[in-house]
């Protein structure tokens, strides 16, 4: 397994979540990575992304709410989400800039009810 997301659950609206993406991939460091999500029905889509040099971006939906950043000594890729919304429910997963087909992983779930 070269992407492992982990730290979702259940929470109310309103509450908060930090994802962690653990990378076993060489020269983590150097590469641009992104976190992406996927509700039921819907097809996958970008979150934030965060470059090598510390460059973020946020899709609009989550802009103001979300903080992508990064641990390059331990290769570890967070998303802290706050103020979280019920149409934040997704199964959220990490991948490089551009995405890799075999480092999309199982994801983790994270739900909001309202």
């Known amino acids: 397994v070269q992407l492992q997301a982990s730290g979702g659950g259940l929470v109310h609206t309103g509450g908060s979540l930090r994802l962690s993406c653990l990378a076993s991939?060489?020269?983590?460091?150097?590469?641009?990575m992104a976190w992406y999500r996927q509700a039921p029905g819907k097809q996958r889509e970008f979150v934030a992304r965060?470059?090598?040099?510390?460059?973020?971006d946020y899709s609009n939906s989550v802009k103001g709410r979300f903080t992508i950043s990064r641990d390059n000594t331990n290769n570890i890729l967070y998303l802290q989400m706050n103020s979280l919304k019920p149409e934040d429910t997704a199964v959220y997963y990490c991948?490089?800039?551009?995405?890799?087909?075999?480092?999309w992983g199982q994801g983790t779930q994270v739900t909001v009810s309202s």
């Open positions: 991948n490089e800039i551009p995405s890799r087909v075999d480092y």
């Open positions: 991939i060489d020269r983590f460091r150097f590469k641009h």
């Open positions: 965060m470059t090598a040099a510390g460059g973020k």
